[in-house]
């Protein structure tokens, strides 16, 4: 069900969300956070279909606020209920003109009561979301540094900026390569990587999230560089770690299969895939403690980096 709500404002949208979830039998009972979606750039139906997908694994309201300063002034509304929101409910706010200037207020008459707040800015993030109106009464603050067009300076700044509860989609697309990665050490034989080298298209900040990781818990010389990206490698196309007995090698092969190649041991194809942003959000939603990791990653290991060569 899809309710259009024009010209309106807020406690009607209130009303008119409790009137939709009786009249259609749902019930608010188990929702177990508030997704706030922030976009800049217009309605990012994208992005709604990841926040549905996600709410089959975390029952959630979401609300979506649409930022459009430019624009005549006034609120307008859609309430997206059963089908048409997964097994969320969706509240999608076009804030034109001078209502777009306090974001907060906006929102804060939908929250859910005692729930956690999550924001997520798909496109176009605050400087420092932390301290952002929405960003202030999130639990957790999700951007992706990937969306274009792409800064070679945005990590230093989700550093530079980097507060408890801040995470980034670059670094959850990297959650296969770092299992397959730790995988491999935690066999024998037990020797120390003594370098290592990574290899990522210029369009993919993850490829400096990999680099810093490993720079940070190796503690061994690192050396990364860009490649021109073709149809299907623009992330991650290659990892290599030196050790006295020769390299170990996880190389991209295909989009969704990759090669590991080790030393006196054959070749091994992995199904690699890249990872959907419906995957990646589900997995961010999963915890709403701080990624500590992920922070010392961005900050500690960041700076432990040279500048990419190319």
């Not at 199904?271 to 500690?300: F, W």
Request: include cysteine; aromatic fraction near 4%.
């Amino acid at each position: 069900m899809i309710v259009d709500l024009p010209d309106t404002t807020v406690s009607t949208i209130a009303k008119k969300l409790v009137s939709v979830r009786e009249e259609g039998g749902a019930v608010a009972l188990g929702r177990v956070l508030t997704l706030v979606i922030v976009s800049t750039g217009g309605l990012d139906e994208e992005a709604i279909d990841a926040a549905n997908a996600a709410s089959r694994e975390h029952p959630m309201r979401v609300i979506v606020l649409v930022v459009e300063p430019d624009a005549p002034t006034g609120l307008d509304a859609q309430i997206r209920v059963g089908g048409d929101a997964g097994a969320s409910e969706v509240v999608v706010l076009r804030a034109r003109g001078a209502a777009a200037g306090n974001q907060e207020s906006l929102i804060n008459g939908l929250l859910l009561p005692d729930a956690p707040v999550v924001a997520w800015w798909p496109d176009d993030p605050p400087t420092d979301t932390a301290h952002s109106p929405i960003g202030r009464i999130a639990k957790r603050r999700i951007t992706d540094a990937s969306t274009e067009p792409f800064s070679p300076d945005r990590l230093e700044q989700l550093g530079s900026g980097y507060e408890p509860g801040d995470t980034d989609l670059a670094w959850t697309r990297l959650t296969h390569w770092r299992e397959q990665l730790a995988a491999v050490l935690d066999q024998p034989p037990f020797e120390p990587v003594t370098a290592v080298t990574v290899v990522g298209a210029g369009s993919s900040p993850s490829t400096g999230l990999l680099a810093a990781w490993l720079r940070l818990k190796l503690d061994v010389a690192m050396q990364w560089h860009y490649t021109d990206a073709d149809e299907w490698a623009h992330g991650i196309r290659s990892v290599t770690l030196s050790r006295s007995s020769g390299d170990i090698v996880l190389e991209r092969t295909t989009a969704t299969d990759a090669t590991l190649t080790q030393p006196g041991q054959p070749t091994h194809d992995i199904v690699l895939p890249r990872r959907s942003l419906r995957e990646c959000l589900a997995e961010e939603l999963r915890r709403l403690d701080p990624d500590l990791l992920y922070g010392r990653v961005i900050t500690e290991g960041w700076e432990l980096l040279d500048p990419p060569t190319r």
